[in-house]
């Protein structure tokens, strides 16, 4: 007897009120009729148009089922041994920009932003996806087309943005341009399962040629860091810039810093975090975070090929410097990595 068709109430009957989605936007840039819109109380899918029960929201959707090793064979051409704790990796480097206006304003060392910028310059890509924000923390997506454009999105915006839909309006707009991507962990597993799965919007999938995704423990709520920042007596709009350190948020207002217990933080939090187990973006082209480097350097892992030509291009053009990662650097990523697995991802991820 056929399956039967799995379509959009599928997905929100098991996803969406579920409680697992990301918010990640990846079933509203896949649906072939704009059907679906990012419109929820907290930035989540709704059907807003016609649906045609063409089956692929459902099927790009992480959180309706994601093989690791159907999506590494996709992305990497070959399964992660037992030994690779860490899942695929070539390189493990400490990284920081080399333009002084740049590290002034990014998070970490501004590699992000600065690979980014070389991969528009040298024609890897001609569109990139950055994440900018509004006065009260709530992330939006951007679309950055010019080498020096990343560097005016640098620094991260604790929260997740509809991302991949703005991908879409990338792609509509220029059909053929090759879109470079900055995610989220769950970002980047949805990247990959539009990639790999056989029902999907190939016209978009097939143009996101290059995936630099971001460590993450946790992110908050849509509009949660405002709220966050407000009852703890900080006006969102004085807030310049936030670090997690250990159990505290640090928040920079004017020339100083305010701490936060990241226990009080909690009801902002998003609770589909609960369910992930990827600390360090598995699938991503590079992986980036401050764990493992020093203040002022960020930490990166080269996982494919194109990656690692990045990393060493944009060294040799004088747009970063770069040293290897050290054992202590290393060791920190795997506890993080060992932490974040003992959530629970059964629901729906397969080895
Ligand atoms: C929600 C979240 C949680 C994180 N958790 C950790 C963690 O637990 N441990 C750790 O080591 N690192 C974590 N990071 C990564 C870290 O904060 C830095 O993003 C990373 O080290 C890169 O720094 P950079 O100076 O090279 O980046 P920059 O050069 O400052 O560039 C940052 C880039 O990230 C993009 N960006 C900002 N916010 C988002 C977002 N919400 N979604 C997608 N892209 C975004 C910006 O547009 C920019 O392109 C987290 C980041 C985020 C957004
Ligand atoms: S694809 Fe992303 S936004 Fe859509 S239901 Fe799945 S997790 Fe949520
Ligand atoms: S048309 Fe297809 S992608 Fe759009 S909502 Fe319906 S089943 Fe989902
Ligand atoms: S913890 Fe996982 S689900 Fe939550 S924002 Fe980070 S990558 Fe996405």
Known sequence: MQARPKVWGNLLAEVVRAGLCTRCSACAASCPVDAIEMIGPNGDPMLTGRCILCQICYHVCPRTGLS???????????????????????????????????????????????????????????????????????????????????????????????????????????????????????????????????????????????????????????????????????????????????????????????????????????GSCDYCTDFSSELADISFGSTGSEIGWTTALTRSKLGEELVKGAAESGFVECKPLGEAGLRAIIEATKKKRARDSSKYLRP
């Open 68 to 270: 690791i090793s159907e999506a590494e064979r996709a992305a990497f051409g070959r399964v992660r041994g037992p030994e690779e704790i860490l899942g695929i990796c070539i390189s493990a480097y400490s990284i920081r920009a080399r333009d002084g206006e740049l590290l002034r304003r990014c998070q970490d060392g501004g590699a992000v932003s600065a690979l980014l910028g070389y991969a528009l310059d040298s024609g890897i890509i001609d569109e990139a996806i950055v994440v900018d924000r509004d006065e009260k923390w709530i992330p939006i997506p951007r679309i950055a087309t010019k080498s020096a454009g990343p560097s005016a999105y640098a620094g991260s915006k604790f929260a997740i943005a509809p991302a991949i839909l703005k991908a879409k309006e990338a792609q509509l707009g220029f059909p053929n341009s090759k879109i470079g991507m900055v995610a989220l962990p769950c970002q980047v597993q949805s990247i990959r399962k539009m990639q790999s799965s056989k029902f999907t919007y190939s016209k978009l999938s097939e143009r996101i040629s290059l995936v630099l995704g971001l460590f993450c423990t946790r992110a908050f709520t849509r509009d949660g860091i405002g709220k966050a920042l407000s009852e703890a007596g900080i006006d969102p709009k004085a807030a310049s810039r936030i670090f997690a350190r250990g159990s505290e948020l640090r928040i920079r207002v004017g020339d100083g810093e305010v701490s936060v217990p990241i226990d009080r933080i909690g009801p902002h939090l998003m």
